[in-house]
């Protein structure tokens, strides 16, 4: 069995030293341990995992009540358990409602403290089991979210699961598109911080003369126009996990007081006096050459060493070429369901075509090509000549069927503009199908990627007849 801990805050010295004796021994496999200041034992939990605390609702440096919040706010699934005078039980009462899970009054009676310290242990057990499970679960279904079997992504889905259980800073690199901060999530989520949310910071997105502030907050009357106090996103995160999306563009003078907020472990506002201790683990992204930024004088070596404790590489879309397949089939589903339209299937062509393609934008560009061709193309499947169509939809088609120009289309709703210009394509693609094939259903299906059903599906929409387009018989003279 494993040993649990118990965290017993109290200002009174000699009590707690003789509690810590009796429970020592009478708690067999509990390790106990004291705190007579509250900001040491707030320490405390920051840093060190506790199955139970007991709490003195009187202290003088700090209310119980607040100092049960913070409590919660740092473990919210830790088991506190009150210790009050008995004038002062109404108060123990209010403290059950605000998350406490018993009280002892004091002075403590040595065997009902022993009995209510051993039911709040047993719940907290079964209260990590729970989550334990929980988080089997949630790491199953968060893994998920990610798609492709490829040596690269094994190699990732392992990373992401062995960083999930440290606290290590992570560096995320990888080109534009390959899902960084989808990365991020996933360690965070799959954590012992997830019960946080985590909370994101887009450095090139945010005025540097706003950055600061946004990222280690300000007092009222530090800059014009601080009207009021702010709580910078460190402090938001603490606790938690902050993710520096795109960390490269971060200004150099920022990029000092990050050192520093890395190396300390607290942050002072702007216009504060103090400095605030802080718990939160870094996540950091970037597409750019870190290592050329230095030599460039652009991004300090220290900051870089700091939050570069582990590596972590997406892999561009080249890299994966064989996963491009169930990425799109996924994808096609997903906008599918979205859009509220049928599934629709891409023929093997296709895929061998997207397979060859290069994909500067990665999955991101990917995403949309797919959206555009579900949106676009209207036949149950997608083959190559239709991806040349969304991809051009002007070439050939200044002049639709009824002689309406280009203006005139873009200038209709959107759906009733789409359908006139792919009832275009289709007519003049069929019309040109069966003139090259003498109007032979089979030899048109081979040369444009379709079955027959198709051809023939499309004939009846649009009205054409293909004897129309069959080569008269020849008759000797």
Not at 178 to 205: M, W
Request: hydrophobic share 40%.
């Amino acid at each position: 069995m494993l040993k649990q801990h118990l965290l017993i805050i109290d200002d009174e010295e000699d009590m707690l030293q003789g509690l810590k004796r009796v429970l020592s021994y009478e708690l067999d496999g509990t390790d106990v341990t004291v705190s007579s200041n509250p900001l040491e034992a707030l320490e405390l939990i920051r840093k060190h995992h506790f199955d139970l605390v007991l709490l003195d609702i009187r202290m003088p440096e700090m209310d119980g009540m607040e100092m049960l919040s913070e409590i919660r706010r740092l473990d919210h699934w830790v088991t506190v358990i009150m210790m009050t005078a008995y004038g002062s039980i109404e108060t123990a009462v209010e403290a059950i409602k605000r998350g406490a899970y018993d009280f002892v009054v004091k002075p403590c009676d040595i065997p009902d403290l022993l009995r209510i310290l051993k039911k709040g242990l047993e719940r907290n057990e079964l209260i990590r089991e729970n989550l334990n499970l929980r988080a089997k679960i949630n790491e199953k279904s968060i893994l998920e979210r990610f798609v492709g079997q490829t040596m690269p992504m094994r190699r990732l889905y392992d990373t992401i699961q062995t960083l999930a259980h440290t606290d290590y800073a992570v560096l995320i690199r990888g080109q534009s598109g390959t899902g960084k901060e989808l990365v991020a999530k996933a360690i965070h989520n799959l954590s012992k911080r997830r019960s946080r949310p985590l909370l994101a910071v887009n450095c090139p997105a945010i005025p540097e003369h706003l950055l600061e502030s946004e990222l280690f907050g300000h007092k009222k009357g530090a800059f014009t126009g601080a009207d009021s106090d702010q709580v910078g996103l460190f402090e938001q995160a603490d606790g938690s996990s902050l993710l520096l999306d795109e960390i490269g563009d971060l200004p150099l003078s920022l990029q000092t007081k990050l050192l520093r907020v890395l190396q300390e472990q607290e942050i002072r506002p702007l216009g504060g006096a103090k400095s605030k201790k802080i718990n939160v683990r870094i996540l950091a992204s970037t597409n750019q050459n870190l290592e050329k930024k230095i030599r460039d004088h652009q991004f300090r070596e220290d900051l870089l060493y700091r939050l570069n404790v582990v590596t972590v590489h997406t892999p561009a879309l080249h890299e994966i070429r064989e996963d491009i397949p169930l990425l799109v089939e996924h994808l096609s589903n997903k906008f599918s369901t979205e859009l509220g339209i049928p599934a629709k299937r891409f023929s093997m062509a296709t895929m061998e075509e997207l397979m060859r393609r290069t994909w500067p934008g990665n999955v991101r560009e990917l995403q949309n090509f797919v959206r555009r061709m579900l949106l676009f193309c209207n036949e149950e499947e997608i083959h190559p000549v239709h991806m040349h169509t969304v991809e051009h939809p002007n070439s050939g088609m200044e002049r639709d069927a009824a002689g309406v120009s280009a203006t005139d289309v873009e200038m209709k709703p959107y759906m009733q503009a789409r359908q006139s210009v792919l009832d275009h394509f289709t007519r003049e693609y069929v019309q040109d199908l069966l003139s090259r094939t003498g109007g032979n259903i089979s030899k048109a299906a081979k040369l444009a990627g379709l079955s027959r059903v198709a051809i023939q599906k499309i004939l009846r929409r649009t009205g054409i007849r293909m004897e129309d387009y069959r080569h008269p018989k020849q008759h000797p003279h």
